[in-house]
């Protein structure tokens, strides 16, 4: 089950994000609440929403995704590599307007209906 709520960063940007509430508790949406209105004010008084530039920051999270990829093949714990990809990508999300609700929908609405699914590490699509 999923569930929508809009929060307000310290700048007046509203934000509409949507979240499910069978992976996660009360106490942990309202984390995830904070720390994305946190994440996005830190982008705003750093001037990383004006100062910089979508290539900067795409550059940026290509530089995360690499040390995602070390991570992984290293075997070492990739949690704070997810959670720079978070904020890069926060970042992105709030210079062109958009917001988390919106690109999650749009991309579940382009995969929802696929069908198939993963044998022997391929994607084998129905029909295939
Ligand atoms: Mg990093």
């Given at each position: 089950m999923s569930k929508k709520t809009t929060i307000e960063t310290v700048h007046g940007v509203k934000q509409e994000i949507s979240y499910s509430t069978n992976s996660m508790t009360h106490d942990e949406q309202e984390r995830l609440l904070t720390l994305i209105t946190r994440v996005v004010d830190w982008h705003h008084d750093r001037n990383l929403i004006e100062g910089s530039t979508?290539?900067?920051?795409?550059?940026?999270?290509?530089?995360?995704?690499?040390?995602?990829?070390?991570?992984?093949?290293?075997?070492?714990?990739?949690?704070?590599?997810?959670?720079?990809?978070?904020?890069?990508?926060?970042?992105?999300?709030?210079?062109?307007?958009?917001?988390?609700?919106?690109c999650l929908e749009r991309a579940w609405s382009d995969i929802k209906d696929r069908k198939g699914k993963m044998v022997d590490g391929i994607f084998v699509k129905e029909g295939d």
């Open positions: 979508d290539k900067d920051q795409t550059l940026k999270l290509l530089q995360e995704l690499g040390e995602l990829s070390d991570s992984v093949c290293k075997g070492k714990d990739i949690s704070d590599d997810i959670g720079d990809m978070l904020v890069v990508m926060l970042n992105i999300v709030e210079r062109n307007g958009l917001n988390l609700t919106k």
